[in-house]
């Protein structure tokens, strides 16, 4: 039941506008660097706004999932490292790999599946939200740098960080939130229509560059290697964390089922901006999620069977 529920109301809408994008670029040839710069400074940092000033902080759980994400994270970035210097990778492609194992599909995959396992449960749905946020906040710092540093050193990074519009609408989007200060609805609804199609656009953009490679270049080593650390070694690393801090119930369950979501699209999005190994990264993104209506689907039942 779950599998055909994660594949038709998370992995096809999602396989659909990848068509579509790939459909678009056949015929009209799109200029795949102006719509990367599009994304990374316009409809990106209006999504990581929104997303930080609209959402609820629950203070009850927030300790707890924040507590999990450090040691979670910061387990999958050890990982991920350690397997790409085994790999021997060169040194564009171990960032574009670190940030496929680290970076995990919260948004657009994570909170349809969240609504549709914790209907009746709201702090399930809460949680996801919440570890949406970490996702944007470690995506638009740790990937970035992953990225920057695997082509430039010292200031260089920083300042390039520093530029990113990204960064600035993370922290304006937290300050705000923080302090309940209430944008203008001039402002809002120009930067709501943006935020909301960003989804679209993303995935379109990622449709078009997939267009381009052969299909048969998705099976090479690294991309395997990498679904596999972020689809079975990530999911296996949260269940040690949830057990090492006592978790129970539908934090633990959420957590867990969390954990096993696919390498996020952003990951794409920042490499084909950066031009770095983007090729690899776009390739990581389609074939984690395909497999992940699979590995989603084991990792759901494991979750109901540990925690109820």
Do not use: W
């Not at 790409?84 to 909170?111: D, H, T």
């Not at 190994?277 to 497999?291: H, R």
Request: hydrophobic letters at 55%; proline letters at 3%.
């Amino acid at each position: 039941m779950y599998l055909g529920m994660i594949f038709f109301k998370i992995v096809a809408p999602i396989l659909v506008l990848l068509v579509v994008g790939g459909l678009l670029q056949k015929k009209f040839t799109f200029n795949l660097k102006a719509l990367s710069q599009l994304i990374t400074y316009c409809f990106m940092p209006a999504a990581v706004f929104i997303n930080l000033y609209n959402t609820e902080i629950n203070l009850a759980v927030l300790g707890q999932v924040f507590l999990f994400i450090v040691l979670f994270i910061g387990g999958q970035m050890i990982t991920a490292r350690l397997v790409a210097g085994a790999l021997k990778l060169p040194k564009q492609e171990a960032a574009v790999f670190k940030n496929s194992v680290v970076l995990i599909n919260s948004g657009n995959y994570g909170i349809p599946v969240a609504q549709m396992i914790f209907a009746s449960q709201p702090i399930g749905v809460a949680i996801q939200v919440i570890l949406v946020i970490f996702q944007n906040m470690t995506t638009y710092t740790y990937g970035l740098y992953n990225l920057i540093s695997s082509t430039k050193s010292g200031s260089a990074i920083i300042r390039d960080f520093l530029k990113m519009p990204i960064v600035h609408a993370l922290v304006i989007g937290i300050v705000m939130n923080v302090f309940h200060i209430t944008l203008p609805e001039f402002l809002s609804l120009p930067v709501n229509y943006i935020a909301d199609g960003f989804v679209a656009v993303a995935l379109i953009t990622l449709g078009a560059q997939l267009s381009q490679l052969e299909m048969r270049s998705i099976f090479n080593k690294t991309v395997i290697v990498s679904c596999f650390t972020r689809l079975v070694i990530g999911p296996l690393t949260a269940l040690l964390v949830i057990f090492g801090l006592g978790l129970t119930g539908v934090v633990a369950k959420s957590l867990f089922i969390a954990s096993a979501f696919p390498t996020s699209r952003n990951s794409s999005s920042l490499a084909l901006e950066y031009d770095i190994d983007a090729d690899t990264a776009a390739q990581t993104v389609l074939f984690s999620t395909i497999v992940s209506c699979v590995t989603v689907t084991i990792v759901i039942y494991f979750a109901e069977v540990l925690f109820g």
